[in-house]
C-alpha cells in the first residue's frame, strides 16, 4: 500500500519561498504521475500542479511562473518549489499519486498528510 509523506511546510513572509517534499514508499515512483494539491479553510480541494512519468508538468494558472514541480525517482520523491508565495497560497499542501488519462492528470484515492503553508508578515 502507498505511503506519501510530505515535508517543508512552514510560515513564510509575502515574497518569500519555500520547497515542499514528498517521499512515496510501497509504489513504483516511476510508473505513475505525481500532483500536488491544496486546500484552504473553508474551500475545496485544489489541484497546484502536476508531474507525468516523463516529466511533463501542469500547473494551476494561479501559480504559473511561481511554482515549479519537479521529481526524483531514484529518491521516489516530488518536490514542490515555491516561490513569490502571498497569503493567497496559505493552505494544507497535499502530495498525490494519480496518472494521466485523455482528460488530464486523475487523482488516485492516495493522498499523504498533508504539510500546513501559511504565508504572513
Known amino acids: 500500500q502507498v505511503q506519501l509523506v510530505e515535508s517543508g511546510g512552514g510560515l513564510v513572509q509575502p515574497g518569500g519561498s519555500l520547497r515542499l517534499s514528498c517521499t512515496a514508499s510501497g509504489v513504483i515512483f516511476s510508473f505513475y504521475a505525481w500532483g500536488w494539491y491544496r486546500q484552504a479553510p473553508g474551500k475545496q480541494r485544489e489541484m497546484v500542479a502536476t508531474i507525468g512519468t516523463t516529466g511533463t508538468t501542469n500547473y494551476a494558472d494561479s501559480v504559473k511562473g511561481r511554482f515549479t514541480i519537479s521529481k526524483d525517482n531514484a529518491k521516489k520523491t516530488v518536490f514542490l518549489q515555491m516561490n513569490s508565495l502571498n497569503p493567497d497560497d496559505t493552505a494544507v499542501y497535499y502530495c498525490?499519486?494519480?496518472?494521466?488519462?485523455?482528460?488530464?492528470?486523475?487523482?488516485?484515492?492516495?493522498w499523504g498528510q498533508g504539510t500546513q503553508v501559511t504565508v504572513s508578515s
Open positions: 498525490n499519486q494519480g496518472s494521466y488519462t485523455g482528460n488530464g492528470y486523475s487523482p488516485f484515492d492516495s
